[in-house]
């Protein structure tokens, strides 16, 4: 499994972001998919996913502002991220798995991450 993420960069606080993650190698409309955001010296906390039926959770620190959501045609996963805050900053990985994300990233495939930067 592959995946590639793209759209992270530099934002001012109270703007918007659309990260997007590209998968290759697998039949993505099984697996489930997700984001997680790394800050330094911290591990990766899970931000939002998707399962293979669509359900969505979300930490309670993006709750109403982000939105995850999956096309499996082109097997692709997005995060709409509105009024971004400063504490939205860090480096963000998609990630999937067969079966349901767990908080501690195990068993997932990854990509190589994308920086976003809030500026307060």
């Known amino acids: 499994v592959q995946l590639v993420e793209s759209g992270g960069g530099l934002v001012q606080a109270g703007g918007s972001l659309r990260l997007s993650c590209a998968a290759t190698?697998?039949?993505?409309?099984?697996?489930?998919v997700g984001w997680y955001r790394q800050v330094p010296g911290k591990q990766r906390d899970l931000v939002a996913g998707?399962?293979?039926?669509?359900?969505?959770m979300y930490a309670d620190s993006v709750k109403g502002r982000f939105t995850i959501s999956r096309d499996n045609a082109n097997a692709t996963v997005h995060l709409q991220m509105n009024s971004l805050k400063s504490e939205d900053t860090g480096v963000y990985y998609c990630?999937?798995?067969?079966?349901?994300?767990?908080?501690?990233?195990?068993?997932?495939?990854w990509g190589q991450g994308t920086q976003v930067t809030v500026s307060s």
């Open positions: 190698g697998t039949i993505f409309s099984r697996y489930d």
């Open positions: 998707i399962t293979s039926t669509r359900d969505t």
């Open positions: 990630a999937v798995r067969w079966g349901v994300l767990l908080p501690d990233g195990r068993e997932n495939y």
